[in-house]
């Protein structure tokens, strides 16, 4: 079974009783049972790191418009209103601080990119690669002070029970009043109500995101409406490149399979 979007819950995973194995066309694998599958003898495999540059720069990119102000700008503009300072106050970019959750393969080329910007960059993840934070000069830091200190936090952390609403009230408190939240990871990971009304209250600058809790939102949803916050439809990862690398290795994942060969990227053990 290959599948990209479509959850594959334990009563599903019940009625396969000829499958072999079950190959995610994508990075996370919250929406597979992977003990129901492990108890069924289904192998689960996904593609980890196809789209690594696509979604870092598509961070860094959701980075760049709130730093610039583009959204109101570019409003302003089609309104005919031709003003250079019409997002309001904007500051250089150099030797602010960005701060990355999640240090992974995607977080540490975020970092990579936020370097090459001139940003300090700090960083936090309970399992720390130490020689990938030697070789891209980034600090490691805990949770509290990566939220205190950075002027953009950047969200690159997989959704477990544990990381689910990882920005709550308590962590967007510790948040600058001039600070910007960006998540290009899983829309859980964030508290969408706390969100909004930290960033309607002024306690935080201003939110990127490219992942929601629920996608599509209700057309009502009020993160549509808050110009403060620039919403991008789950686009991150998407290049014409990583389209047809994730399709081709996904693919090439249940090959192996019915071959009765080990998964090359397994998310479980047989």
Partial sequence: LMVTLERVTAPIIERMTHCRVISRAGTGL???????????????????????????????????????????????????????????????????????????????????????????????????????TARIGVSAVDLQTLARESDYISLHTPLMDSTHHLVNDHFLALMKPTAYLINAARGPLVDEAALLTAVQRGQIAGAALDVLAVEPPAADSPLLSEPRILITPHSAWYSEEAKIEMRRRAAEEVVRVLRGERPRAPANEI
């Fill in 30 to 132: 919250d929406t597979i049972d992977i003990p129901a599958a492990t108890a069924r003898g289904i192998w689960v495999a996904y593609v980890p790191d196809y789209s690594i540059d696509e979604v870092s720069t598509h961070a860094i990119a959701l980075l760049l418009a709130q730093a610039r102000g583009l959204s109101p700008l570019i409003d302003a503009t089609r309104r005919g209103h031709w003003d250079p300072m019409a997002s309001g106050a904007v500051h250089r970019l150099r030797e602010q601080t960005l701060g990355v959750v999640g240090f992974g393969r995607i977080g540490q080329a975020t970092a990579s990119k936020g370097r090459g910007l001139g940003l300090r960059v700090l960083v936090y993840d309970p399992v720390l690669n130490e020689e990938a």
